[in-house]
């Protein structure tokens, strides 16, 4: 009998060493759990043995190594814990219970009826199911089977026992420890591809981790700063707001964040993440200079918008869908003789009359529901008082391009169209004034030269000198209301709109009635005048006609001579009109153009000239008082009397 034990001590210490030599050289834990599974099958009285655990998903206990023959026994069985017969067997009642169960007599036990043909068939004759157990929890089962019946014994029950829990911690170990290296390798993958610098101290500021962007950052290499403390490795740290943001965390196990600019030699602003844990911190940053640099640029671009805002000379507000207005400017606040604080939040009806306000909401309206922007010319009373508006709305979005509002932008144009309405009325006037001087006052001088020609043969020899004088003013008015009625229709429609016009026709019909206007004249074309269109309209012989008759009227000499000649370039034309007169003094010329001038000793108006140079310039042209005439010029005397008036024209 004590040999029969001594056997049996020696048979299983021999597998307890043989488990104890696979604990120590196994990785992992399927190692280990195939390795336990060699050392029972490879000794007697074990001819199969196996490890199962539970899968939650099918509720079954499923194999996860195997050794000895047998295998394709678990093939044909199933242990599934939803079953009432199957869950009362051995290996599901260790799992359950956290006890080895053993099966002495797999013939006549009841509890493995559902397994016993197959096991029988595979000449199994005993089982045990060993719990493997580690912290009062049962992680699997290691299942042996024998071909002898009672195969167990007492010794080797409990042995068993206490090997199926030596093994449960060793796994639970193994898995720990897996875990632990895998968690590593995650958070060695996750720390190199972040974009983040990252860098972590232990609870003495001893740095425990130094990833590649922190490398590149600081130009530092993990192998040189690894092991330092921070404080060593980086003493610029100390004073700054990093130290004391990394101590704040350290000491309270708060996470913090801030911003932070590093001076030379780095130059860079950066957004640190400070997490603490029971080893000490873990350091994230994110260089953000161009985040800053755009943030600063928005900061200057606002206040750019913010001043034009509120210096701008137009109402500038914005209103919700219901009219409620959310912000107004300074100007836009004057109009209501408000504030903007006490405008915001109020509606129109609070500041506009009735009928103001109904069209008003007419015009929000239309910009909300077509969502596209409009401009109107509108008439709003405010307190009794009209004012003119451009009314600008477009419709006012949010981030998600919703419209939840319009954004108005008016310009008040009460005075500009008071104005306009004073020159309307001030154009009315004075096209009335053209028509009186066209019709009525030239056909009255018209019956006193017709009536004075007359009365030349029933005057006496004292009498026709006075006629004369009489016939003479009343030609000279006839010429003032062509010079005046030419003017106001250049004041009443001061746009011109330049065709194709005909140069030599104009100067030719302008030449023959200053001919027939004054006796005694000598003009003369020089050459011949080009036949080139140029861009003028009608009252191109205006011009024409001042400057003939200037030379003439203003001309001292008994017999008045005046030279008409052009010159062609390639986009314009130059008409000079020179005369034999007295020429116009230098200090004159500046001014002679203007609006009321009069050369000496003259009895015009001085308006013909201004007349000459609005039209010309109204044409795109110019005109100037040459300094001289030609040397070669037959109107110029020997002592340089006379003037040259030169007129460009565009061509056309």
Same mark, same amino acid.
């Given at each position: 009998?004590?040999?029969?034990?001594?056997?049996?001590?020696?048979?299983?210490?021999?597998?307890?060493?043989?488990?104890?030599?696979?604990?120590?050289?196994?990785?992992?834990?399927?190692?280990?759990?195939?390795?336990?599974?060699?050392?029972?099958?490879?000794?007697?009285?074990?001819?199969?043995?196996?490890?199962?655990?539970?899968?939650?998903?099918?509720?079954?206990?499923?194999?996860?190594?195997?050794?000895?023959?047998? $295998?394709?026994?678990?093939?044909?069985?199933?242990?599934?814990?939803?079953?009432?017969?199957?869950?009362?067997?051995?290996?599901?009642?260790?799992?359950?219970?956290?006890?080895?169960?053993? &099966?002495?007599?797999?013939?006549?036990?009841?509890?493995?009826?559902?397994?016993?043909?197959?096991?029988?068939?595979?000449?199994?004759?005993?089982?045990?199911?060993?719990?493997?157990?580690?912290?009062?929890?049962?992680?699997?089962?290691?299942?042996?089977?024998?071909?002898?019946?009672?195969?167990?014994?007492?010794?080797?029950?409990?042995?068993?026992?206490?090997?199926?829990?030596?093994?449960?911690?060793?796994?639970?170990?193994?898995?720990?420890?897996?875990?632990?290296?895998?968690?590593?390798?995650?958070?060695?993958?996750?720390?190199?591809?972040?974009?983040?610098?990252?860098?972590?101290?232990?609870?003495?500021?001893?740095?425990?981790?130094?990833?590649?962007?922190?490398?590149?950052?600081?130009?530092?290499?993990?192998?040189?700063?690894?092991?330092?403390?921070?404080?060593?490795?980086?003493?610029?740290?100390?004073?700054?707001?990093?130290?004391?943001?990394?101590?704040?965390?350290?000491? /309270?196990?708060?996470?913090?964040?801030?911003?932070?600019?590093?001076?030379?030699?780095?130059?860079?602003?950066?957004?640190?993440?400070?997490?603490?844990? +029971? +080893?000490?911190?873990?350091?994230?940053?994110?260089?953000?200079?161009?985040?800053?640099?755009?943030?600063?640029?928005?900061?200057?671009?606002?206040?750019?918008?913010?001043?034009?805002?509120?210096?701008?000379?137009?109402?500038?507000?914005?209103?919700?869908?219901?009219?409620?207005?959310?912000?107004?400017?300074?100007?836009?606040?004057?109009?209501?003789?408000?504030?903007?604080?006490?405008?915001?939040? /109020?509606?129109?009806?609070?500041?506009?009359?009735?009928?103001?306000?109904?069209?008003?909401?007419?015009?929000?309206?239309?910009?909300?529901?077509?969502?596209?922007?409009?401009?109107?010319?509108?008439?709003?009373?405010?307190?009794?008082?009209?004012?003119?508006?451009?009314?600008?709305?477009?419709?006012?979005?949010?981030?998600?391009?919703?419209?939840?509002? *319009?954004?108005?932008?008016?310009?008040?144009?009460?005075?500009?169209?008071?104005?306009?309405?004073?020159?309307?009325?001030?154009?009315?006037?004075?096209?009335?004034?053209?028509?009186?001087?066209?019709?009525?006052?030239?056909?009255? *001088?018209?019956?006193?030269?017709?009536?004075?020609?007359?009365?030349?043969?029933?005057?006496?020899? +004292?009498?026709?000198?006075?006629?004369?004088?009489?016939?003479?003013?009343?030609?000279?008015?006839?010429?003032?209301?062509?010079?005046?009625? +030419?003017?106001?229709?250049? &004041?009443?429609?001061?746009?011109?709109? !330049?065709?194709?016009?005909? *140069?030599?026709?104009?100067?030719?019909?302008?030449?023959?009635?200053?001919?027939?206007?004054?006796?005694?004249?000598?003009?003369?074309?020089?050459?011949?005048?080009?036949?080139?269109?140029?861009?003028?309209?009608?009252?191109?012989?205006?011009?024409?006609?001042?400057?003939?008759?200037?030379?003439?009227?203003?001309?001292?000499?008994? /017999?008045?001579?005046?030279?008409?000649?052009?010159?062609?370039? /390639?986009?314009?034309?130059?008409?000079?009109?020179?005369?034999?007169?007295?020429?116009? !003094?230098?200090?004159?010329?500046?001014?002679?153009?203007?609006?009321?001038?009069?050369?000496?000793?003259?009895?015009?108006?001085?308006?013909?000239?201004?007349?000459?140079?609005?039209?010309?310039?109204?044409?795109?042209?110019?005109?100037?008082?040459?300094?001289? !005439?030609? $040397?070669?010029?037959?109107?110029?005397?020997?002592?340089?009397?006379? $003037?040259?008036?030169?007129?460009? *024209?565009?061509?056309?």
């Amino acid at each position: 009998m004590g040999g029969s034990v001594d056997r049996t001590q020696s048979r299983i210490n021999d597998v307890i060493r043989r488990v104890h030599e696979a604990l120590i050289a196994a990785e992992t834990c399927d190692e280990l759990e195939a390795a336990v599974c060699r050392a029972f099958a490879e000794s007697e009285p074990y001819v199969f043995a196996w490890i199962g655990a539970h899968d939650p998903e099918t509720d079954r206990v499923v194999p996860s190594a195997t050794a000895g023959r047998g $295998a394709a026994y678990l093939d044909e069985i199933t242990i599934s814990l939803d079953d009432p017969a199957e869950a009362s067997g051995p290996t599901a009642s260790a799992l359950r219970t956290g006890t080895a169960q053993i &099966m002495q007599r797999i013939r006549d036990d009841p509890d493995y009826g559902p397994w016993r043909e197959q096991a029988l068939s595979y000449g199994f004759e005993s089982s045990a199911a060993i719990p493997l157990v580690a912290d009062e929890r049962t992680d699997g089962v290691l299942n042996l089977y024998s071909e002898r019946v009672d195969a167990f014994a007492e010794t080797e029950r409990s042995l068993l026992a206490e090997l199926g829990a030596t093994i449960g911690t060793a796994m639970s170990g193994l898995r720990a420890r897996q875990e632990l290296e895998s968690q590593k390798r995650r958070y060695k993958r996750l720390t190199e591809r972040i974009s983040d610098a990252y860098y972590a101290v232990d609870d003495e500021w001893t740095i425990t981790y130094w990833n590649d962007q922190m490398a590149a950052r600081t130009g530092r290499p993990a192998a040189e700063v690894v092991g330092e403390t921070l404080w060593t490795a980086f003493p610029a740290i100390l004073g700054s707001e990093a130290e004391e943001q990394y101590r704040t965390a350290m000491e /309270t196990n708060q996470p913090q964040s801030f911003e932070m600019y590093v001076e030379d030699p780095f130059d860079y602003w950066v957004e640190i993440d400070v997490h603490p844990d +029971d +080893d000490g911190l873990s350091v994230f940053s994110r260089e953000i200079t161009e985040r800053k640099r755009r943030e600063a640029e928005l900061t200057r671009a606002e206040r750019r918008l913010d001043a034009i805002v509120h210096n701008t000379s137009e109402s500038i507000y914005i209103k919700s869908r219901d009219g409620e207005y959310l912000f107004i400017n300074e100007v836009g606040a004057e109009v209501f003789g408000s504030t903007p604080e006490a405008v915001v939040g /109020t509606f129109d009806d609070e500041h506009f009359d009735a009928e103001s306000v109904e069209g008003i909401a007419d015009d929000d309206r239309h910009v909300i529901e077509t969502e596209t922007a409009e401009t109107w010319e509108r008439v709003r009373y405010v307190d009794g008082r009209k004012h003119v508006f451009i009314d600008n709305k477009f419709p006012y979005r949010d981030g998600s391009g919703e419209v939840i509002g *319009l954004v108005g932008v008016s310009r008040e144009i009460t005075d500009r169209k008071a104005y306009e309405q004073r020159l309307q009325e001030q154009r009315d006037g004075l096209d009335l004034l053209n028509k009186v001087v066209r019709h009525d006052i030239r056909n009255n *001088l018209q019956v006193v030269l017709g009536y004075g020609e007359l009365l030349t043969e029933h005057v006496d020899v +004292d009498g026709r000198g006075h006629l004369r004088t009489i016939l003479k003013n009343a030609e000279s008015a006839v010429e003032l209301t062509h010079t005046a009625a +030419d003017l106001a229709e250049v &004041m009443v429609n001061p746009d011109r709109d !330049p065709v194709r016009i005909s *140069l030599d026709d104009v100067i030719r019909t302008q030449i023959t009635e200053i001919r027939e206007t004054f006796d005694g004249v000598d003009v003369a074309v020089d050459g011949s005048l080009p036949t080139t269109a140029v861009l003028a309209d009608e009252m191109l012989s205006s011009v024409f006609r001042n400057l003939l008759k200037n030379a003439v009227q203003h001309n001292d000499k008994a /017999t008045p001579e005046v030279r008409v000649s052009a010159t062609v370039e /390639t986009d314009t034309v130059t008409v000079r009109v020179a005369d034999n007169g007295p020429g116009v !003094p230098e200090d004159l010329r500046p001014t002679i153009f203007g609006k009321g001038e009069k050369g000496l000793d003259s009895q015009g108006t001085g308006v013909g000239l201004y007349l000459v140079r609005t039209l010309v310039e109204a044409y795109g042209g110019d005109v100037w008082i040459e300094e001289r !005439p030609p $040397a070669d010029a037959s109107t110029a005397t020997d002592d340089g009397e006379g $003037a040259v008036f030169a007129v460009e *024209l565009p061509t056309a």
